[in-house]
């Protein structure tokens, strides 16, 4: 069985979530992906959006794939949870021949800071794509990856995708960048985040 996590905020979700969705279950040739959505990010100080509502939206957005289990078990734990409780909590459910993870350049290149690393290297195949921020311009080329995989012993691959926008750019322009957001939580995911404002 080839099994995929790919975990996130999705606050909120938008299109390059879709697509990186898109290209994994095409490229992996995966039996099952996991959408795993946070209770907490670790990296961030809260989220504005519940985890509820952000499990609805992620799960309305992929209802119209197969091989796609969109994930409460973060959320179930009501605290945040680190990648390798999350990692054989599934391993063992699920049992699968290959293991891969999910995730952007920017975080496969901090990946040694994560707690339980050698745990990760040891149990993952880590599916890296291009994420480009102002933060990051200078490190979306597979090269680099390649070289970071080698230094660090690292099982990886290069999913070809790339998309501009973060979630947070988004929702500081939602007028502007509405667009991004899926059709069929366009409506929903704009008004959460102007009740908000009104907060």
Not at 41 to 59: D, E, G, V, Y
Request: proline share 4%; charged share 20%; glycine share 2%.
């Amino acid at each position: 069985m080839n099994l995929a996590i790919f975990g996130g905020s999705f606050d909120p979700p938008h299109k390059g979530h879709v697509g990186i969705i898109e290209k994994a279950l095409i490229a992996l040739n995966l039996d099952l992906l996991i959408v795993l959505v946070a209770y907490q990010n670790p990296l961030k100080a809260h989220f504005r959006i519940s985890a509820q509502k952000r499990l609805a939206w992620i799960k309305k957005v992929c209802e119209k794939y197969d091989k796609i289990l969109c994930s409460d078990y973060e959320i179930l734990q009501n605290k945040p949870v680190t990648t390798k409780e999350s990692m054989e909590y599934f391993k063992n459910l699920y049992k699968p021949s290959t293991m891969y993870f999910i995730l952007g350049q920017d975080n496969f290149l901090q990946l040694p800071q994560w707690n339980y690393f050698e745990v990760l290297r040891e149990n993952l195949c880590f599916i890296v794509f291009n994420r480009i921020t102002k933060d990051c311009l200078n490190v979306n080329n597979e090269n680099i990856c390649k070289a970071f995989a080698q230094k660090h012993n690292l099982n990886m691959q290069f999913l070809h995708f790339s998309y501009p926008y973060a979630s947070s750019l988004i929702i500081q322009n939602l007028e502007y960048y509405k667009d991004e957001i899926p059709e069929n939580i366009r409506y929903d995911v704009i008004e959460s985040y102007k009740l908000l404002h009104k907060v």
